[in-house]
């Protein structure tokens, strides 16, 4: 074995310190995988945890793993607690086509810290229904998980998070779900501090089919989610929600904003100087689509629609509460119930500011 062949290997620490090759590595059981040169897969899998427990693979010191077809933490239904981290600048992970942080598996988890990356196609935490309680951080400014198609925080998988902490940066070149098939319930993303970022070619769905139920944005302390097209909470989905909250925290949506497209009992929270702007608003969509609500409270605290905003525009008992100094602004007009079906919709503005 050559000398330039053993630097493309990657040393396996096992209890007796084993040595395994890189190519299509699926650790099973304790095993940590140390990259810190350049590594090719062979265009092959990558599995950190194919069927155990508690493996990790750590990319640092401008380690690069590349050559991966698809990313798997936590591949089969047994594969529980593993983890990869891609930490430092220029440690990068690269993959053609996914990244999965739970494939089968339950609570693995994804760190890119201290500008490390992460790129492929398509960043999943939580695919297959079972995969529950995978985590996914991006923290530190220059560290990015940059997808050129989808990110999902929940593909059917519930219970599933994403943080994006102290300038870390998310990308999904289309599309961005928390809470994507049936059955993805409870999942969160968290976008948190100033220059944390989640941004998006297209649309950005929390609670995008029928059943992915009580999903959550959270955007704070001047974290921000921008989109180049639709922003939805509850678009099938029901008992979704999303909440920006503290000054210079924004959802900036290029196109239009809808609470409860067809999903039902769905919410915004606006709160202490955050900010929504879209250009259509929308709060029941459909007839289906009934008893959402929207608050915006505190001083500094703004929901800004460039054209019109509708509350109700074709469901009922719709709700907007405006309070303690915070402002709803439409460009054009606001209209209380459009569609004949639109009843019992209210807007309220109290308090002191």
Same mark, same amino acid.
């Given at each position: 074995?050559?000398?330039?062949?053993?630097?493309?290997?990657?040393?396996?620490?096992?209890?007796?310190?084993?040595?395994?090759?890189?190519?299509?590595?699926?650790?099973?059981?304790?095993?940590?995988?140390?990259?810190?040169?350049?590594?090719?897969?062979?265009?092959?899998?990558?599995?950190?945890?194919?069927?155990?427990?508690?493996?990790?693979?750590?990319?640092?010191?401008?380690?690069?793993?590349?050559?991966?077809?698809?990313?798997?933490?936590?591949?089969?239904?047994?594969?529980?607690?593993?983890?990869?981290?891609?930490?430092?600048?220029?440690?990068?992970?690269?993959?053609?086509?996914?990244?999965?942080?739970?494939?089968?598996?339950?609570?693995?988890?994804?760190?890119?810290?201290?500008?490390?990356?992460?790129?492929?196609?398509?960043?999943?935490?939580?695919?297959?229904?079972?995969?529950? &309680? +995978?985590?996914? %951080? *991006? !923290? $530190?400014?220059?560290?990015?998980?940059? #997808?050129?198609? /989808?990110? =999902?925080? @929940?593909?059917?998988?519930?219970?599933?998070?994403?943080?994006?902490?102290?300038?870390?940066?998310?990308?999904?070149?289309?599309?961005?779900?928390?809470?994507?098939?049936?059955?993805?319930?409870?999942?969160?993303?968290?976008?948190?501090?100033?220059?944390?970022?989640?941004?998006?070619?297209?649309?950005?769905?929390?609670?995008?089919?029928?059943?992915?139920?009580?999903?959550?944005?959270?955007?704070?302390?001047?974290?921000?989610?921008?989109?180049?097209?639709?922003?939805?909470?509850?678009?099938?989905?029901? &008992? +979704?929600?999303? %909440? *920006? !909250? $503290?000054?210079?925290?924004?959802?900036? #949506?290029?196109? /239009?904003? =809808?609470? @409860?497209?067809?999903?039902?009992?769905?919410?915004?929270?606006?709160?202490?100087?955050?900010?929504?702007?879209?250009?259509?608003?929308?709060?029941?969509?459909?007839?289906?689509?009934?008893?959402?609500?929207?608050?915006?409270?505190?001083?500094?605290?703004?929901?800004?629609?460039?054209?019109?905003?509708?509350?109700?525009?074709?469901?009922?008992?719709?709700?907007?509460?405006?309070?303690?100094?915070?402002?709803?602004?439409?460009?054009?007009?606001?209209?209380?119930?459009?569609?004949?079906?639109?009843?019992?919709?209210?807007?309220? %503005?109290?308090?002191?500011?």
């Amino acid at each position: 074995m050559t000398a330039s062949r053993r630097a493309s290997q990657v040393f396996c620490i096992l209890a007796a310190l084993t040595f395994v090759p890189v190519t299509g590595l699926r650790a099973e059981d304790n095993t940590v995988t140390l990259i810190t040169n350049t590594v090719n897969n062979g265009n092959a899998n990558f599995y950190v945890g194919n069927t155990g427990t508690n493996n990790s693979l750590l990319i640092q010191l401008a380690g690069v793993l590349t050559g991966v077809n698809n990313g798997y933490i936590g591949n089969g239904p047994a594969a529980l607690g593993n983890s990869a981290t891609v930490t430092g600048a220029g440690s990068v992970w690269f993959y053609n086509e996914d990244l999965r942080v739970g494939n089968f598996g339950a609570s693995n988890t994804l760190r890119i810290a201290d500008g490390g990356r992460a790129e492929g196609k398509f960043g999943i935490i939580g695919y297959h229904p079972a995969s529950m &309680g +995978n985590l996914a %951080v *991006v !923290t $530190g400014t220059g560290s990015t998980w940059a #997808n050129s198609l /989808d990110v =999902y925080v @929940g593909y059917y998988g519930s219970s599933n998070a994403l943080n994006i902490l102290d300038g870390g940066r998310v990308e999904a070149g289309r599309y961005g779900f928390v809470g994507g098939q049936a059955n993805a319930a409870g999942n969160v993303a968290l976008v948190d501090g100033a220059g944390s970022a989640w941004t998006c070619g297209s649309d950005m769905y929390v609670g995008y089919a029928a059943g992915a139920n009580n999903n959550t944005l959270v955007i704070r302390n001047g974290g921000v989610v921008s989109n180049a097209g639709n922003g939805m909470v509850g678009y099938l989905g029901s &008992g +979704n929600a999303a %909440v *920006v !909250t $503290g000054a210079g925290s924004r959802w900036v #949506n290029v196109g /239009d904003f =809808y609470l @409860g497209v067809t999903g039902a009992g769905n919410s915004l929270t606006i709160s202490n100087g955050g900010q929504v702007v879209n250009h259509y608003g929308y709060i029941g969509y459909t007839a289906a689509s009934a008893n959402n609500a929207v608050q915006v409270t505190g001083a500094g605290s703004r929901w800004d629609t460039a054209q019109i905003l509708y509350v109700g525009e074709a469901s009922a008992n719709n709700l907007v509460t405006v309070s303690a100094g915070g402002a709803v602004h439409s460009g054009f007009y606001t209209i209380l119930g459009d569609a004949a079906s639109a009843q019992g919709n209210q807007a309220v %503005v109290t308090g002191p500011g």
